[in-house]
């Protein structure tokens, strides 16, 4: 069972901005960099996202990343059909020292 | 461009030991600052971290899993590899390698590749 908590799934149509939150702790997010990550069904996740806001080269700036306390947020900006997919956030947990992803959240393009 | 391709058997029996290697090409392990990992994914299910080990060959792992596991690095230095024994059922998923800015930070993976537990 997952220490971060994401809702299940969103959706949106083509052109709207959808957020995604991520809820942990003081021992995770609240006091270590947040990490977003895409899953496209079949395929390895992608990172999006690394250290709360910081986006690897080749990833569209309609993907940002940000972090209050102990919660995070994912927000796609212009959503397109190629957006439909699986999103991750991690952290490391100083408490039960792992590595902890986030239970995921299903991105539907309507 | 640095790649990463898992490789092992897609079969395990219960109870025995699940053994795979994560060929890296494009690159090498060492020397290098980066950690290297492995996550895996139950069927239908989200993430779950099993461990890393680091440039220097000090490991981490996931502690649900620790006393089950071992990842080390080949001495050609090219690959690194995950065993996990006594396996069950529970252990089916689908198996990622990666490579680790930091321990918290998988920006390469591997493609993947599935394992099941079964008799």
């Known amino acids: 069972q997952s220490v971060l908590t994401q809702p299940p799934s969103t959706s949106g149509t083509p052109g709207q901005r959808v957020t995604i939150s991520c809820s942990g702790s003081?021992?995770?997010?609240?006091?270590?960099?947040v990490y977003w990550y895409q899953q496209v069904p079949g395929t390895a996740p992608k990172v999006l996202i690394y250290?709360?806001?910081q986006r690897p080269s080749g990833v569209p700036d309609r993907f940002s990343g940000s972090k209050s306390g102990t919660s995070a947020s994912l927000a796609i900006s212009g959503l397109r059909s190629e957006d439909e997919a699986d999103y991750f956030c991690?952290?490391?947990?100083?408490?039960?020292?792992?590595?902890?992803f986030g239970t995921g959240t299903k991105v539907t393009v309507l | 461009q640095l790649q990463l391709q898992e490789s092992g058997p897609g079969l395990v029996r219960p109870s025995e030991t699940l053994s795979l290697t994560c060929i890296v090409s494009?690159?090498?392990?060492?020397?290098?600052?980066?950690?290297w990992g492995w996550i895996r994914q139950p069927p239908g299910e989200g993430l779950e971290w099993i461990g890393g080990?680091?440039?220097?060959?000090?490991?981490y792992y996931n502690p649900s899993l620790k006393s089950r596991v071992t990842i080390s690095v080949d001495m050609s230095r090219t690959q690194f590899s995950l065993k996990l024994y006594s396996v069950t059922a529970a252990d089916t998923a689908v198996y990622y390698c990666?490579?680790?800015?930091?321990?918290?930070?998988?920006?390469?993976w591997g493609k993947g590749t599935t394992v099941t537990v079964s008799s």
């Open positions: 990666a490579r680790g800015g930091d321990l918290d930070y998988m920006d390469v």
């Open positions: 494009g690159g090498s392990i060492s020397p290098s600052r980066y950690y």
């Open positions: 080990i680091s440039y220097t060959e000090n490991t």
């Open positions: 003081s021992s995770n997010i609240g006091s270590r960099y």
């Open positions: 250290r709360n806001n």
């Open positions: 991690a952290a490391w947990d100083d408490n039960l020292n792992e590595l902890v």
